[in-house]
């Protein structure tokens, strides 16, 4: 069983267009994240997410939104994609905010 | 917020060396320290973290070693064999509802 699985794992698409990653994970943790890492392996910080609280990284585009239907679930939607949101995007998990991470597989996303 | 450096940012050890990446934060209040290892294709995977009130801590061929008054940690691996090749992350962490925040991460090459 995958803890966390993310679909789909390739995404092409043209500028302009709207899209959505989904991510789900049975492990029954209480947060979930998601991160943007570049060609240059660079992670950064999109979105964090418990049943509590919503932390937005404040240099991500109002473009992108998390949408959260259940404790399980954290999809991410990108309205009007552009050039520069090519890059892989990864789910994660935690227990709780101090605890080890679960990653999905990633999402490359590519813009053209 | 957190300010975190790793070094080297690339290692190449000869099969069976030891291998050992510093990860320097600015956070005195950081608490929790981890490192993850990222293998092609895949998302980045916990192998092994410490907690601030213990200064050193092995999982076979792994060890972390924490110096808070100077504010390093470090992953140690000995006796390298290639499957150890990837790029490995630290993201010291505080005890606030904060996510990781990566280093820009090491990539080792273990030759055989």
Partial sequence: DTAV??????????????????????LGHDTMYWYKQDSKKFLKIMFSYNNKELIINETVPNRFSPKSPDKAHLNLHINSLELGDSAVYFCASSLDWNYGYTFGSGTRLTVV | GENVEQHPSTLSVQEG?????????????????????????????????????????????????LNKTAKHFSLHITETQPEDSAVYFCAPLNSGNTPLVFGKGTRLSVIA
């Fill in chain 1, 5 to 26: 699985s993310q679909t789909p794992k390739y995404l092409v698409t043209q500028m302009g267009n709207d899209k959505s990653i989904k991510c789900e994970q049975n």
């Fill in chain 2, 17 to 65: 060396d030891s291998a050992v990446i510093k990860c320097t934060y600015s956070d005195s209040a950081s608490n929790y320290f981890p490192w993850y290892k990222q293998e092609l294709g895949k998302g980045p995977q916990l192998i092994i973290d410490i907690r601030s009130n213990v200064g050193e801590k092995k999982d076979q061929r792994i060890a972390v070693t």
